[in-house]
């Protein structure tokens, strides 16, 4: 077959570059196709590299809250970052090390990472982080992980949860569950989502970019929302946060994770600038 084809146009593309055909005589069709994805090249995704925050160009810059260096229990070995400790009661809980990564702020970004919890375990992602504070906690969104199964079973929640007029306060809340964005917005679907057992290795992924968030959780996403929004401002009011003022107050930060009494451990920790 042949295909002759008489093209006087002007070919646009995404990168603004252009390409003039007048006339192109072709043996066949095919070849056409085959050659036109070449006028493409250097028109590719404008978002960021991926950033492997454990590699040896960045693993220097883990440090805690506040800090200057990784607090004690913390290490950073065999690819992982990961935190050894005795585990600790909720009701007897006062506060961790929580760290970040210190080496730069996101604002729009893709967040991927492995972790596992002990039974019992508690932790978090925290996004946005600015310093200067107690802790990430109150200021910074709060990507949760937990025991989902057994941490009722082995924590006194109640003195917790009566405070925000729990109806069952000696059980985890919707809104405390792994995936839910941290006394905010809890899992979309919770029979859709999977969790693999504690001891074992889940994915998660948080994305924010302009006028959306979501989580996701082993491939599920679990939810979004629109920071800032009415319903935003609905839930923060009548939450947790109602008189926490800084809370969700900045757009760009660091990223970290939470000690909640428990050992933890991270590894392929990476993340994406978005525009």
């Known amino acids: 077959m042949v295909c002759k084809i008489n093209l006087g146009v002007i070919i646009s593309y995404p990168c603004d570059r252009t390409i003039k055909i007048k006339v192109l005589e072709l043996k066949t069709c095919f070849y056409f196709f085959f050659i036109l994805p070449f006028f493409f090249t250097g028109c590719g995704d404008e978002n960021g590299d991926w950033i492997n925050l454990l590699d040896g160009e960045h693993q220097a810059e883990w440090r805690g809250y506040n800090g200057e260096t990784l607090p004690p229990g913390w290490t950073i070995s065999d690819d992982m970052l990961w935190y050894d400790t005795d585990l600790k ?48 906690s109150g200021t910074s969104p709060e990507y949760q992980l937990i025991d989902d199964e057994k941490y009722a079973d082995i924590h006194d929640l109640v003195g917790y949860n009566l405070q925000f007029g729990a109806e069952h306060p000696e059980l985890l809340q919707d809104w405390q569950l792994t995936g839910a964005d941290y006394a905010m917005h809890p899992v979309e679907d919770p029979s859709a989502k999977v969790l693999h057992p504690t001891g074992e290795w889940n994915h998660s992924k948080i994305v924010v970019k302009p006028g959306q968030t979501e989580h996701w959780l082993n491939g599920k996403k679990l939810l979004s929302f629109e920071p800032g929004s009415e319903d935003w401002l609905e839930r923060k009011a009548a939450g947790k946060w109602s008189n926490a003022e800084n809370y969700g107050k900045f757009r760009s930060g660091y990223i970290g994770f939470q000690d909640h009494g428990s050992s933890l451990w991270f590894r392929n920790i990476k993340i994406r600038p978005l525009k």
């Open 89 to 136: 009661l909720e009701q007897d809980y006062t506060g961790g090390r929580d760290v970040i990564y210190g080496g730069e702020e996101f604002e729009y970004f893709e967040f991927s990472v492995e972790w596992k919890i002990p039974e019992g375990g508690n932790s978090g992602i925290f996004y946005h982080i600015q310093e200067g504070f107690n802790s990430p």
